[in-house]
């Protein structure tokens, strides 16, 4: 089991910065992908970024690209999201997430198993 914990959300104004940091327990980290997800209120859960378990490929919604930038450190077992330029709607509550699958990429959340609690992030105009 993995249990992971995120931090590094706040309030920022539009076209700040943030990083959110997303630290993991156990000894398997380096097996997992790993993902970023959002959830607005009234609104799904929707995929952000994902990385490979090596840290060598990494993916990201269009509405993020050029904006956000996903790395992992698997000898801190953490995975970060770096978030610039950031908008009123990048407003939500994020997750990072494990993914023992290959199909990690696609953003599906079936392919994702162990979640974290989320951190709030609120972009003001």
């Known amino acids: 089991q993995v249990q992971l914990v995120e931090s590094g959300g706040g309030l920022v104004q539009a076209g700040g910065s943030l990083r959110l940091s997303c630290a993991a327990s156990g000894r398997n980290f380096r097996t997992y992908a790993m993902g970023w997800f959002r959830q607005a209120p009234g609104k799904e859960r929707e995929f952000v970024a994902a990385i490979s378990r090596s840290g060598h490929m990494s993916y990201y919604a269009d509405s993020v690209k050029g904006r956000f930038t996903i790395s992992r450190d698997n000898a801190k077992n953490t995975v970060y999201l770096q978030m610039i330029s950031l908008i009123p709607e990048d407003t939500a509550v994020y997750y990072c997430?494990?993914?023992?699958?290959?199909?990690?990429?696609?953003?599906?959340?079936?392919?994702?198993?162990?979640w974290g609690q989320g951190t709030q992030v609120t972009v003001s105009s």
């Open positions: 997430a494990t993914s023992p699958s290959g199909y990690y990429y696609r953003g599906d959340l079936d392919e994702y198993n162990y």
